[in-house]
């Protein structure tokens, strides 16, 4: 009998780092040829299993494999599709296992968020419950991180990193020119439930007075009065005001500042103006001239100036992954661990799915100043390391040379379509 | 006599090399000290020069100085305070003279853009008036890039480089995507009057069908119909839509989109910002799910990812504004020259400021398709060796090392205050 083959997919919103992670368990897979046929890839994530529209990664050259370490966004094509419970749509689970039946899959990497891992470990209890063979391993990924157990997510090092120094940036900006000009700057960075890319753009403050002066983070109430104070104090005492604001900073009672009325698949409202509904904000209640910005996907995607961190950890753990896979591990998940010294260190460990599905890891409330508006030693200390190191990619012509994978098809074996 | 000082400042919107410019300036002042005394900075620009408030540079380390060149925006702080024609203003040319006397300054060196060319212009012609000695030469800088005689402008470059960039990089995202999630991504970038910016974006497409797939330029009339039709096009021809729209996108007669006023689906009025607006447009004509982002300060002060072609030249000019002055030159402002050969090569030439001052260069026509939506070869090999090499900061903790100045004042010698 032929080696298993394996089955990786992207899942949710992409990152500067995720194809690192699908780098990790290809040149992995490759290297164990005897136990691990080929790596499929799903297109488009998920949706590509359940269509049956594979990618055959084994037609692609182990140089635009390495190509994946320093190429952004996700490169199989990824989907924000959440399998519903086993109870409402049994069919789609069950079309999956015949899906991998037909293509003699025997392990299933999923490289997503909170909602993939609990994807994952209901195709594991589905597989064992109909007597299907299948190791399903979540691999981690989410800028937002907040899975639990890992001690952070890959994506999350490389966004923290890049506002970081966007805010450092743009503050030497506006400190400029504040004298005769802009007084207040807004940048909205993403950031739902938790304000960890927000909380990064303190890293950027060395000094007292520094910029931001102002973080808003979706776990802290937004207090209009409060936050004005703040900003005029900060204006009379520094010349200029610096503001960084989750997108998903809200009222006392849960209401966004900010909500377009969208919502997306999952049914989570989209989000977006929260800076342009700040600067009116500041602009009538004190009069101040405002510049904003919205980093939105370019935040998520900034290869160019990714975390190096981050991209040896999303390989480590996407290595890891196949790794728990040969040893026979199912229903778990490579995690991060941090070590215990003084000097930053980490290791990867191994976490079961049934305690990371769908358990939410906000900022500690001892993370955040206790005014609200700020970031503590605890918080820098943890957020520090996790932004260290540069990876750049390699430039021609001045652009970065992101790989372009030819994604050649795997041929159909079954007959029957499945309507995603 | 002592050797003449030097007066330097910073004018207008900084950018990510005008110190780099600065360094040029006071490396070379600092290699000539027989003739070239010391060289003050204004605090904030020309305000600085008019309130006697001048920051001493030779109290600043070489090591300090020589961190220009890695950090981004205005290490003295800049203004926007435009000089009025001689006739309106006198006042405050004869103020300059004032101050410019009363601190033994033979040079006066002015950095910025078409309104301080002018300005620079003007109290060249002062000076010599009424008989005080002194070389007013301009240097030019503006992201913009819409000085005339110049090849292009310093900053340019690496605006330009970081709009390609992070166009490249968010739409891997978008397409990566599409096929569940977002279909349509606008970036607005700066441009209020020139497309050179959103130009810059088209480097980024390599391939038929790459992004960005529709640039807006303020030259070119935005007619709806034939806009929305193309973002229809796209979508259904490549599944996403990238639009770069310049921030000075314009209908026929001259109005600004940005002004149009448009409400949201309660009625409340959209917040300022093009890319929402556009954003707004298509979701409800197509009912493309969208995002959005709005570089803002972000683009002009992103050192991190500075070309490498620009912040060499932005060094050279700075040389060559003090070459000049040490060979007796005045009303000039050193420019950029290409060279004719088919590799690129530039070199520095001179302009007589009267030729410069208060002349915009837009976009030539046939840098422009004919559809009105992208840009031709000519502006490709145009704009391609500006954005080309990477020239990193230096880093520490995952932070670029930007420098701090002391920026200690010179003594005021003046009894007399001047309002601005």
């Known amino acids: 009998m032929p080696a298993k083959n394996a089955f990786y997919a992207q899942s949710g919103g992409v990152t500067a780092v995720i194809n690192a992670t699908a780098c990790g368990v290809i040149e992995t897979a490759r290297k164990h040829r005897a136990r691990i046929g080929k790596v499929y890839a799903g297109r488009n994530g998920i949706i590509g299993a359940l269509r049956e529209d594979l990618i055959d990664t084994s037609r692609e050259s182990a140089t635009a494999i390495r190509g994946l370490l320093t190429t952004p966004a996700g490169a199989f094509g990824s989907c924000r599709h959440k399998l519903k419970s086993l109870e409402e749509n049994r069919a789609e689970y069950e079309r999956l296992i015949e899906v991998f039946r037909a293509h003699n899959i025997g392990y299933f990497f999923y490289n997503g968020g909170g909602d993939s891992a609990d ?9 064992q419950a109909t007597g299907y063979p299948l190791q399903a391993i979540h691999v981690p990924k989410t800028i937002d991180n907040d899975l639990p157990l890992t001690d952070n997510c890959p994506g999350f090092g490389s966004v923290a990193k890049y506002i970081a120094i966007s805010t450092q940036e743009a503050a030497l900006d506006v400190a400029s020119m504040c004298e005769t000009s802009t007084k207040v700057f807004i940048l909205e960075v ?21 910029a931001p002066h102002i973080i808003l983070f979706p776990e802290i109430a937004f207090n209009r009065e409060k936050f004005m104070a703040r900003v005029k104090r900060t204006v009379k005492r520094h010349g200029y005001c610096v503001i960084v604001a989750s997108e998903g900073t809200q009222y006392e009672d849960g209401r966004f500042l900010s909500e377009s009325g969208l919502k997306d698949a999952f049914g989570h409202s989209q989000l977006g103006g929260l800076a342009p509904q700040l600067a009116q904000m500041i602009k009538s209640e004190l009069g101040y001239k405002y510049h ?42 490579p995690c991060i661990v941090r070590g215990k010294g003084k000097r930053y260190s980490w290791s990867i460990g191994e976490a079961a799915l049934e305690d990371v599905a769908n358990v939410e890891k906000k900022m500690p409330r001892n993370y955040i100043t206790r005014d609200g508006f700020g970031i503590t030693d605890a918080a820098r200390d943890y957020l520090a390391p996790l932004i260290a190191g540069e990876a750049y990619p390699p430039y021609k012509n001045g652009l970065p040379q992101y790989v372009r994978l030819k994604n050649l098809p795997v041929p159909r074996k079954l007959k029957t379509r499945f309507k995603v």
């Open 119 to 127: 994807t994952c470990l209901k195709v594991s209890q589905l597989s």
């Open 190 to 210: 993403m950031g739902r439930h938790a304000g960890w890319i927000a909380a990064a753009s303190g890293l950027a403050a060395s000094e007292e007075g520094d």
């Open 292 to 333: 904003w910005a919205v980093a939105d996907y370019l935040q998520r995607s900034a290869r160019h100036i990714a975390s190096g961190t981050d991209v040896e950890q999303a390989y480590a753990l996407g290595e890891a992954a196949v790794e728990f896979a040969l040893r026979g591990d199912n229903a778990v998940m």
